[in-house]
RNA sequence: GGCCUGUUGGUCAAGCGGUUAAGACACCGCCCUUUCACGGCGGAGACAUGGGUUCGAUUCCCGUACAGGUCACCA
């Protein structure tokens, strides 16, 4: 018996490795162009940071004209979940992120390099181990999870490094014979790869974001197949990004410390390794210390937080591309209406460090990107998020369309729109006044400011519906007015006016145009009074001025 | 604990041997001839620490502290 045989013993029926590599073969595209990756785990939970590569992915292979690959990650059983790939497929829809290759449900996909799903790449792994078992390069080993245990409490009781290395490694060097034996006799077992690495050498590589990075060689016999026949993740990664002609992988940094097992499996499959770019994680902060997003405790941590919130997809992304390269911020002060798509993204302009969450800003952006929509698309964008997560305002704005979207019209479309919305789910509150059914029908207690006279109250709306109210003016008449109802109270024409000399009146002209504000909407802070007097309309303002002194 | 990485204002960050150490968010003040939002102007606020190297270090080297990651038949 020899090695070939043990090959032949442990994977009979499984082609050889040469059979894939021919039928993946290199892809022909232009210089610079970029293969990149998503390859998450459907546990049936999307972190917000899975859609941070996505993004940074889909945006390098858009630029290169390279191919951005959906890939499912799901190895372990254990942790599956149903549906989970589909939860992955909708939630990166949602973000407009749209793969070229890789699955479109939970078990098709589109591209030549497939399977997408390594659950379904088993014979692919097995042919690639069945070669490295051939040369030497990996071994079964029966250990059991006891016999491992046992080692580790040696290993530590003895205060050397644990692991399962050098002569720590039981099965390394089991003869022939008693490797078939011990197969042929049914026992359990696993492929570990050989290592040839030795802890006192050091590689050197250079990551296209953190930059050169030393390690000491790994000399651990990781496993590569486990027993239920399916590659680890070391294993995986080496094969699948070979195969699918991946350029470049782009993965979270908590994979770093395992880039010199990746690379001596590389090595020992003879292959060239792709480049590498290890992104730092959104970071949380939490009595005074940062740590990772965590699906656990942080609600921000999971896509549908942002859905839920109304927090606009490509604001979002905006933020996280905002993260990912910070002359995002600059380019998009000069190019104010631009597509996201037109800024290009660099790797190596990726922050080292991770970037610690931060809402308050996100829904600045926010803020900014919907100023950007016109009233049709907020519109729609609203009714959208409302019909799943709020009845109300669907039926609101449904009820009542042309209306809805003056409202939404308001401040808006010119030099400076209004920046008052961040997330859908805090519209219904801005708008609700709006609407006579909901706003007369609600008792007031109108909450006045500087002028708290009920009588004066009275007074300045009686008076103005009588003498200057006519929604015909245009917006300087139509102030003037507002002014000449203040002299005429006793109350002065301009701000500044009553600032020099306040003795002399009894308030201003904002103290005034407050009142009606507030009679009008039952708030003290709303857009622009004409525009909203315009929208209201006639009969409207009368009714609810009158209601408000009544 | 070993190994790897990092540390510039409250946060995100430019900078890469000589700079008055950019900018954004947040904060404060003023202005924008009615509120708010927007916008404009201004303000406060930072190179973790100790040693080197150098004419000169935020920038380079070493140590310390602190932080993060990783040490599975999980990814």
Partial sequence: MDYKDLANLIFPNVKDASYYEEKYPERKLKEGAMVVRFAPSPTGFVHIGGIYTSVICSKLAKQTDGVFILR?????QKREVENGVVGIIDALKKFNLNPDEGMINEEDSKGAYGPYKQSQRKEIYQAFAKRLIEEKKAYPCFCTAEDLDEMRQKQESAKVRPGY?????ACRNLGLDEIEKRIKNGEEYIIRFRSPGNEERKIKHHDVIKGNIDF???????????????????????????????????????????????????????????????????MKEEDGAKRKLSKRKDPEAAVE??????IPSDAAKEYLLNIANSNFEMWRKQNKTASIDDFELQLNKMSISGALFDMVKLLDISKTVISRYSKEEVYDAAYTWATEYDEDLKKLLEDNKEYSLKVLGIERGNEKPRKDIAKWSDLKDNIEYMYDDRFLNKPHTYEYQNINDKEEIKKVISTYLEKYFDLSDDKQTWFDKIKDLSEELGYAREVKEYKQNPEKYKGHVGDVSTVIRIALTGRANTPDMYEIMKVLGEDSIKTRLEKAIK
Wanted: glycine content about 6%.
């Fill in 165 to 169: 290395y050098g002569a720590w490694a």
């Fill in 305 to 310: 937080f942002y859905a839920k919130e109304g």
């Fill in 72 to 76: 499912i990650e799901d190895t372990d």
């Fill in 216 to 282: 000491p060689e790994n000399d651990q016999d990781i496993v590569i197949i486990k027993s239920d026949g399916l590659p680890t993740y070391h294993f995986a990664h080496v094969v699948d990004d070979y195969l699918m002609r991946t350029t470049h992988v782009i993965r979270g940094d908590e994979w770093l410390s395992s880039l010199p097992v990746h690379l001596q499996l590389f090595q020992a499959l003879g292959i060239k390794p792709p480049k590498y770019a290890h992104i730092a994680p959104i």
